[in-house]
């Protein structure tokens, strides 16, 4: 298992994942990226992955409808959630099922970095699966 943080970003807009993806390479950070929830499924990086960060509304499984599949096979990979449709029902169920944080579109970089460090401060401390 690598020591540097594995994140992957799963949004249907290709600019919000470069935009992404640029960021936390940046930072020194492995990502991958996936167009969609079923994509990030049949890849191999799922046991790899530290965090997801996905967007809530993409056609196919939504991130939400991803993060309750995950939850109910056991997995405890920390998501942060990502949206251009805020919607408070969605957010609370999010969270409710361990969401780290939920940022609405545009969002600032800080926010986002904060959000992930809690996400891999979750995974360090052994709560992930």
Known sequence: MTTVPVISVIDDDESMRTAIYNLLRSLGYIVHV???AEA????????????????VRMPGMSGIELQSRLR?????VPFVFITAVP??????????DGAICFLTKPFDEDSLIAGLGKALARHIGGTTN
């Open 34 to 36: 996936f167009s969609s």
């Open 40 to 55: 990030f499924l049949q890849s191999a990086q799922l046991p790899n992955t530290w965090c997801v960060i996905a967007d």
């Open 72 to 76: 109910s096979e056991g997995s405890r």
């Open 87 to 96: 919607e408070e029902s969605v957010r609370a169920r999010a969270l409710e």
